[in-house]
């Protein structure tokens, strides 16, 4: 298994340095902690009495990592799902939250499986994942990932403003997409005409 440690960095990787895109309903973001993360974990890292972007700015990588693995992967309850879904999970869990589960929950019911779609990672959901991963040991975590694709292609047809981060200015795919298809196996990777067939409805 993929140490978590690296799970946790590499997705600090993929996020990238601090950013405020007003576009982003995340606000002031840096290695991929929100500053609406800071201030439910109460992190008034200048010392100021506030939390603001300026804390944002001050965050660490090695403060990144330690947020992840705590509030993103083990309280979650991540690291006892089935391995193949871990990595794509957390990864998900740090960009969308509660989405991330409710998506694996959808798609465990899909899949036959009896499971509340609530954004919970409890016993229930455990044992189904397992279940599931029994079922289908070489496709659960392209399933989980495709299903992920679709959610960014859903929330971009629906938000206008969101469709910058599914498709780039020359159309092809964009750091949602590529994103999720990270986690997924190459033969079910969209070609880059079919993601532009895709999103050709938003013009």
Same mark, same amino acid.
């Given at each position: 298994?993929?140490?978590?440690?690296?799970?946790?960095?590499?997705?600090?990787?993929?996020?990238?340095?601090?950013?405020?895109?007003?576009?982003?309903?995340?606000?002031?973001?840096?290695?991929?902690?929100?500053?609406?993360?800071?201030?439910?974990?109460?992190?008034?890292?200048?010392?100021?009495?506030?939390?603001?972007? =300026?804390?944002?700015?001050?965050?660490?990588?090695?403060?990144? *990592?330690?947020?992840?693995?705590?509030?993103?992967?083990?309280?979650?309850?991540?690291?006892?799902?089935?391995?193949?879904?871990? =990595?794509? $999970?957390?990864?998900?869990?740090?960009?969308?939250?509660?989405? =991330?589960?409710?998506?694996?929950?959808?798609?465990?019911?899909?899949?036959?499986?009896?499971?509340? $779609?609530?954004?919970?990672?409890?016993?229930?959901?455990?044992? =189904?994942?397992?279940?599931?991963?029994?079922?289908?040991?070489?496709?659960?975590?392209?399933?989980?990932?495709?299903?992920? %694709?679709?959610?960014?292609?859903?929330?971009?047809?629906?938000?206008?403003?969101?469709?910058?981060?599914?498709?780039?200015?020359?159309?092809?795919?964009?750091?949602?997409?590529?994103?999720? *298809?990270?986690?997924?196996? *190459?033969?079910? %990777?969209?070609? *880059?005409?079919?993601?532009?067939?895709?999103?050709?409805?938003?013009?």
């Amino acid at each position: 298994m993929q140490n978590v440690r690296d799970i946790a960095r590499a997705v600090i990787a993929r996020e990238g340095g601090f950013v405020n895109d007003p576009d982003d309903p995340g606000g002031a973001t840096k290695y991929g902690v929100t500053i609406h993360t800071l201030r439910r974990l109460g992190l008034d890292l200048d010392g100021d009495g506030r939390i603001t972007a =300026a804390d944002v700015r001050r965050l660490t990588r090695a403060q990144a *990592e330690e947020i992840f693995l705590e509030h993103y992967f083990r309280r979650p309850r991540i690291g006892e799902l089935p391995e193949a879904l871990q =990595a794509p $999970v957390f990864d998900m869990y740090v960009n969308s939250g509660a989405n =991330a589960v409710r998506i694996l929950q959808r798609l465990l019911r899909e899949m036959g499986q009896d499971v509340a $779609v609530d954004g919970v990672i409890g016993p229930i959901t455990i044992a =189904a994942a397992h279940r599931a991963a029994e079922e289908a040991p070489d496709l659960i975590a392209d399933a989980y990932g495709i299903a992920r %694709r679709n959610y960014y292609y859903a929330l971009a047809d629906a938000r206008p403003a969101s469709r910058k981060y599914a498709r780039r200015r020359d159309g092809g795919k964009g750091g949602w997409i590529l994103r999720a *298809e990270a986690f997924i196996s *190459e033969r079910f %990777r969209l070609s *880059e005409a079919e993601h532009r067939q895709r999103t050709a409805s938003w013009g």
